[in-house]
């Protein structure tokens, strides 16, 4: 069984600064998938970013990238030049044989 | 249409009745999932298909729960006898391929609350 924890419920970030939202998780499997997704209020969820287990390179889509650690199972997001439109609930999440574990969220506020 | 529609976004059930609730995938999507997400907390997986086969109802709490994809395309999830802890948000999400790596794409959910 796959298991994902988002150790921090709330984070706080000035427009244009730098935040990282922290993931860690635990599986007994050797090929897996990791993502965030993004939750706006009242809004659909949506794929911010996905690493692929057996890359040892950090994904990067534009502002967002990760820090994937695998021995240490930790998979970061982290945002930077924050916008107030990245304002969200953002999960952390696996996908091994089909099944997808999702974190319980970290909600993001921007402040302008 | 161009992303995961679901209805009814909200519903009202008295306990003990029955509720069923539909998704329409993207046109052409092979996969497809079912989520409940509780008020806080995190999408926990139910059940998934590829095609018209159900290849993993683990995650189905109880068997109240019922689902089912009969011609590959729309999906209906089904509730009977409704209980208060069945209150929650059920998501729909589908994609394109199959495999871990495929990018999911969620449709609004339904808001489903039992008294």
């Known amino acids: 069984a796959q298991t994902v924890t988002q150790s921090q419920p709330e984070m706080s970030v000035q427009e244009a600064e730098t935040v990282t939202l922290s993931c860690t998780y635990d599986t007994s499997e050797s090929d897996y998938y990791l993502f965030w997704y993004k939750q706006p209020p009242s809004r659909q969820m949506i794929l911010v970013i996905r690493q692929e287990a057996y890359k040892q390179q950090n994904a990067t889509e534009n502002r967002f990238s990760v820090n994937f650690q695998k021995a240490a199972k930790s998979f970061s997001l982290k945002i930077s030049d924050s916008q107030l439109g990245d304002a969200a609930m953002y999960f952390c999440?696996?996908?091994?044989?089909?099944?997808?574990?999702f974190g319980d969220g970290t909600t993001l506020t921007v402040k302008p | 249409g161009a992303g995961v529609s679901q209805s009814p976004r909200y519903k009202v059930a008295k306990r003990g009745q029955d509720v069923a609730l539909r998704c329409d995938p993207i046109?052409?999507?092979?996969?497809l999932f079912w989520y409940q997400q509780a008020l806080g907390q995190g999408p926990e997986f139910l059940t998934y298909f590829q095609n018209e086969a159900q290849l993993d109802k683990s995650g189905l709490p109880s068997d109240r729960f019922f689902a089912e994809r009969p011609e590959g395309s729309v999906s209906t999830l089904k509730i009977q006898r409704t209980q208060q802890e069945d209150s929650a948000v059920y998501l729909c999400?589908?994609?394109?391929?199959?495999?871990?790596?495929?990018?999911?794409?969620f449709g609004p959910g339904t808001r489903l609350l039992v008294l």
């Open positions: 046109s052409g999507h092979v996969s």
């Open positions: 999400a589908s994609t394109q391929a199959l495999g871990d790596q495929e990018t999911q794409y």
């Open positions: 999440a696996t996908a091994v044989a089909g099944k997808s574990t």
